[in-house]
T-cell receptor, first 114, second 115 residues
Framework: ETGVTQTPRHLVMGMTNKKSLKCEQH?????MYWYKQSAKKPLELMFV???????ENNSVPSRFSPECPNSSHLFLHLHTLQPEDSALYLC?????????????FGQGTRLTVV | AQSVSQHNHHVILSEAASLELGCNYS??????LFWYVQYPGQHLQLLLK??????LVKGIKGFEAEFIKSKFSFNLRKPSVQWSDTAEYFC?????????????FGQGTTLQVKP
């Protein structure tokens, strides 16, 4: 049990669909992150939220739209995705959005775009 | 841009063998360094971290890593591996000035330990 829960665990969606990934943490953390793990590539940061404010967008295409309504919840809204967006999407949280804090990861959502 | 390089992509060892996984990073300033592990079917979890102080850090399950600033390296070691150490290992770094908590990861090393 990691304290960071992601749903769904698996998602298959068509290129015209709209879906959302959800992340919830029960650790009392104030920073939350979305990472993308594609086959044969390093984990890549997508977004950072610190105290509900977005502090980093790593040049992510607008078809990925994050939302952080409070420090415990983070969403990733998906629309008109491409097959190359198929990947494992990992959520993480840390006490604060700073360099000297440990990140705790969820188990990820395996996304397949068809 | 910062980058992290893990030299070994796939390592196969027998139980009781010694392990060393290489990690080099590109950033020349002050960094924090991490090793994460992902056991089959499980989430990424922290093995150990270096922020400052003694460059030899000890983590969980008998792992240790040594920060060598002059070599931009943070290699992971374990004297005697077990079958249960079969997993994927990730080195990660973040830079200190103005950092948002963003981690930059290496590509990962898959370790297979044969019983």
């Amino acid at each position: 049990e990691t304290g960071v829960t992601q749903t769904p665990r698996h998602l298959v969606m068509g290129m015209t669909n709209k879906k959302s990934l959800k992340c919830e943490q029960h650790l009392g953390h104030n920073a939350m992150y979305w990472y993308k793990q594609s086959a044969k590539k390093p984990l890549e940061l997508m977004f950072v939220y610190n105290f509900k404010e977005q502090t980093e967008n790593n040049s992510v295409p607008s078809r990925f739209s994050p939302e952080c309504p409070n420090s415990s919840h983070l969403f990733l809204h998906l629309h008109t995705l491409q097959p190359e967006d198929s990947a494992l999407y990992l959520c993480a949280s840390s006490l604060r959005g700073a360099a000297d804090t440990e990140a705790f990861f969820g188990q990820g959502t395996r996304l397949t775009v068809v | 841009a910062q980058s992290v390089s893990q030299h070994n992509h796939h390592v196969i060892l027998s139980e009781a063998a010694s392990l060393e996984l290489g990690c080099n990073y590109s950033y020349g300033g002050t960094v924090n360094l991490f090793w994460y592990v992902q056991y089959p079917g499980q989430h990424l979890q922290l093995l150990l971290k270096y922020f400052s102080g003694d460059p030899l850090v000890k983590g969980i399950k008998g792992f240790e890593a040594e920060f060598i600033k002059s070599k931009f390296s943070f290699n992971l070691r374990k004297p005697s591996v077990q079958w249960s150490d079969t997993a994927e290992y990730f080195c990660a770094v973040n830079d200190l000035p103005g950092n948002t908590g963003k981690l930059i990861f290496g590509q990962g090393t898959t370790l297979q330990v044969k019983p």
